[in-house]
């Protein structure tokens, strides 16, 4: 077996902290000093030569202002995700959309006077409406707004809300899925 694999050099790229050490204006020297992580350490890490221990990463993650899972989660070497989109219906509603662990994005399209309130498409998530094409109004707990074609209005999809089709339409609604901090 390869010595790299062995030690997991395949599944994590820890080059990313050269990127975020140079972000924040920091020589190895600097990062060093800040995490009592030796230089030597930092500069095989930086070059993918080595993988952090957890008392490492959590050092790291303090230096550059992340948590530690934010840290690793940009260390994992991850290959891009495609899917393939869905449709459905609902009301006058024409969605297409596409998922993902913590963003969905929907294209809809609905003719004048289509209304749906309560959507069940998500989560505690927090979610954009951009109009494309015509005019909808949105309906808030404590305020509507109006949004015309290149409006984009963003609100915590926790509350109730209602979208109401002014004028034919066409819109774009992303769902991002809000982090857990406890």
């Not at 009592?36 to 890490?45: C, E, H, Q, R």
């Not at 393939?84 to 998922?99: C, K, L, P, S, W």
Request: aromatic content about 8%; proline content about 2%.
């Amino acid at each position: 077996m390869d010595e790299s694999a062995e030690i997991g050099l395949d599944m994590y790229n820890f080059s990313v902290i050269r990127d975020l050490r140079k972000l924040g204006n920091m020589t190895i020297a600097d990062l060093s000093e800040r995490t009592g992580i030796s230089p030597a350490v930092i500069s095989k890490l930086e070059r993918n030569q080595t993988v952090a221990e957890l008392k490492t990463l959590f050092r790291l993650s303090r230096a550059f202002g992340v948590t530690a899972a934010e840290l690793l989660s940009l260390v994992e070497s991850r290959t891009a995700q495609c899917k393939h989109e869905t449709e459905r219906i609902a009301g006058d509603f024409h969605f297409r959309e596409i998922q993902f662990a913590n963003a969905k994005c929907f294209y809809a399209d609905a003719p004048k006077g289509a209304k749906r309130s309560n959507p069940d498409a998500h989560r505690d998530d927090f979610e954009i409406c951009w109009v494309l094409e015509g005019k909808l109004k949105l309906d808030l707990p404590y305020e509507s707004h109006i949004l015309s074609a290149g409006d984009c209005l963003q609100f915590d999809a926790l509350f109730e809300h209602t979208y109401e089709v002014l004028e034919d339409c066409r819109i774009i609604i992303q769902h991002i899925h809000k982090q857990k901090r406890f």
